[in-house]
C-alpha cells in the first residue's frame, strides 16, 4: 500500500467517526518562540493543550509535517542507529480535546489497523507505559498478553514541556516490533 492511499484511509476513517479534519501547520513556527520547526502532530493545538485558546471541535486529526533537529525531540543522533527515527517525517494525528475515553481511543486505533489497513491481528504488539494500568487494563481485552510491551516514561510518556500537558502513551518507538 503506498503511502498517499494510508493518509487518505486515516482521512476517511476518522471523518467517519466524527472527527474534523485540520490542516497542517507550517513547518517554520512564527508564532511560537519557543520552536524553530514544527516537531510534532501536536503543536498546533499547544495553546488548546495550555488552556489559551478554545477549541472549535472536539475531536480532531492532521497530517503534519515535522523536523526534530534539536531540544526535547531530537532524533538526529540516532539516525541510522534505529529504524525509526527520523528528522523529517509525517505525523498522522488524531485529537480529543473533551471527554476523551481512552477505551474508545484504542479501539479506534485497533479498528483502524485491522479493518481499514489489514493487519494481521496477531501479529499487532503496542507498547504501555509500565505505570498505566488503565491502558493495559484495556489492551489485555483485546490482544494477547505477551503482545503487550511495557515501557518506562523515557519511552511512552509525552510532555510538552517540563510542565504543563503530558500523559502516558501506548506510542514507543523504542520498542517497537515488527513480525
Sequence with gaps: MKTEEIKKKFLNFFKKNNYKEFKQSPIIIETDKSLLFTNSGMVQFKNIFLGIEKYIYKKVITIQQCIR???????LEN?????????????????????????????LALNFLIK???????????????????????WLKKIKKEKIIFSDDETNFWQMAEKGPCGYCTEDRKSTRLN
Excluded: Q, R, W
Design 69 to 75: 533537529l534539536g531540544g526535547k525531540h531530537n532524533d
Design 79 to 107: 539516525i541510522g542507529k534505529t529504524p525509526h527515527h527520523n528528522t523529517s517525517f509525517e505525523m498522522l494525528g488524531n485529537f480529543v480535546f473533551e471527554d476523551l475515553c481512552k477505551e474508545d481511543a484504542i479501539d
Design 116 to 138: 481499514e489497513l489489514n493487519l494481521d491481528k496477531n501479529k499487532i504488539y503496542v507498547t504501555v507505559n509500565k505505570n498505566d494500568e488503565d491502558s493495559f487494563k484495556i
